[in-house]
T-cell receptor
Framework: AQSVTQPDIHITVSEGASLELRCNYSYGATPYLFWYVQSPGQGLQLLLKYFSGDTLVQGIKGFEAEFKRSQSSFNLRKPSVHWSDAAEYFC????????????FGGGTRVLVKP | EPEVTQTPSHQVTQMGQEVILRCVPISNHLYFYWYRQILGQKVEFLVSFYNNEISEKSEIFDDQFSVERPDGSNFTLKIRSTKLEDSAMYFCARSSGQEAFFGQGTRLTVV
């Protein structure tokens, strides 16, 4: 069974500082990997995805993530955080087949200090 | 990014009542899903729907729940005889392949 662990429940970061959110997954093969962001009261917006190829993937809003097979990780990073990045971030894993469900991690809530 | 519209955005219902949550995805997508997120918890998969039938469902998706796409456009989740623990945000999603796009969600409150 696939599973996702986001070890950090909350992270507080100063505006302009760098941000890294951790994600570890458990899956029998190489999965599809995703990061979603959820602003308060809003839905889930796709930030970026990894399917294959370059293990460093770029997403929207200046985010990037790196797939490390040896560590079963897919950590999300942003070099300089903006106040609008305050939100909850979810890592998700999906099987390598069209239409398969996503399994989400518990989420990391990011607070941005001025 | 193609839109997924969910209605209503918020619904309050009495325990034991039936509710229908609606989603209007783009018609050329193949796969449709319902997920839910109980307050403060992770997003959980409920059911996937492909070619007008359920392709996978979770253990949460028991006989209380049903899905259909009655007119080839709207995609609905029906919850019969709602319970307090059904209170959650329900997300519809659609996909034409690997990545899923989510709607804004319907917040269901059972009182």
């Amino acid at each position: 069974a696939q599973s996702v662990t986001q070890p950090d429940i909350h992270i507080t970061v100063s505006e302009g500082a760098s941000l890294e959110l951790r994600c570890n997954y458990s899956y029998g093969a190489t999965p599809y990997l995703f990061w979603y962001v959820q602003s308060p009261g809003q839905g889930l917006q796709l930030l970026l995805k990894y399917f294959s190829g370059d293990t460093l993937v770029q997403g929207i809003k200046g985010f990037e993530a790196e797939f490390k097979r040896s560590q079963s990780s897919f950590n999300l990073r942003k070099p300089s955080v903006h106040w609008s990045d305050a939100a909850e971030y979810f890592c998700a894993v999906g099987a390598r087949a069209a239409g398969n469900k996503l399994t989400f991690g518990g989420g990391t809530r990011v607070l941005v200090k001025p | 990014e193609p839109e997924v519209t969910q209605t209503p955005s918020h619904q309050v219902t009495q325990m034991g009542q039936e509710v229908i949550l609606r989603c209007v995805p783009i018609s050329n997508h193949l796969y449709f899903y319902w997920y839910r997120q109980i307050l403060g918890q992770k997003v959980e998969f409920l059911v996937s729907f492909y070619n007008n039938e359920i392709s996978e469902k979770s253990e949460i998706f028991d006989d209380q729940f049903s899905v259909e796409r009655p007119d080839g456009s709207n995609f609905t989740l029906k919850i019969r005889s709602t319970k307090l623990e059904d209170s959650a945000m329900y997300f519809c999603a659609r996909s034409s392949g690997q990545e899923a796009f989510f709607g804004q969600g319907t917040r269901l409150t059972v009182v």
